[in-house]
């Protein structure tokens, strides 16, 4: 069994859960927070047999894509009488980011 941990843009994230539970799989999704962007996004769970993977990615694949978005630097610390001008800067998130991981033991109880 494997388990398929994707981390998705918020606004993906419902399209995907509902995309993968109309084809009946068992799916939790996590609210994120990115680190550098400091954004909320989502991470969708899916425990699968090794043999569904390739059809979870390819869901995954149709239903999350790349979005780029501008933001603004730290300014660095500043000497008294220097001049700081800040320039956004373009950051792309994903499509998806997908861990799939072996799982060791799944129980339902
Ligand atoms: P964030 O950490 O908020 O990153 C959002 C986007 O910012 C990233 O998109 C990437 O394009 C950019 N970025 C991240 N770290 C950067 C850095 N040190 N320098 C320059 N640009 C940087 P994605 O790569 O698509 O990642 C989207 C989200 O997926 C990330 O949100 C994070 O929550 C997660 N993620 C990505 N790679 C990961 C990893 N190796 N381990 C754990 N989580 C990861």
Known sequence: MKLVFAIVHSEDASSLVDALTD???????LHSTGGFLKQSNASVVV??????????????????????????P????????EFYMPYPVEVT?????????????????
């Open 23 to 29: 084809k009946e799989y068992r799916v939790t999704r």
């Open 47 to 72: 425990g699968v047999e090794e043999a569904q993977v390739e059809d979870v990615l390819s869901v995954i694949r149709e239903t999350c894509h790349a979005r780029s978005q501008y933001i603004n």
């Open 74 to 81: 730290m300014p660095p610390i500043m000497e008294p009488g």
């Open 93 to 109: 998130f994903g499509g998806a980011t997908v861990f799939v991981l072996d799982v060791a033991r799944y129980e339902r109880i």
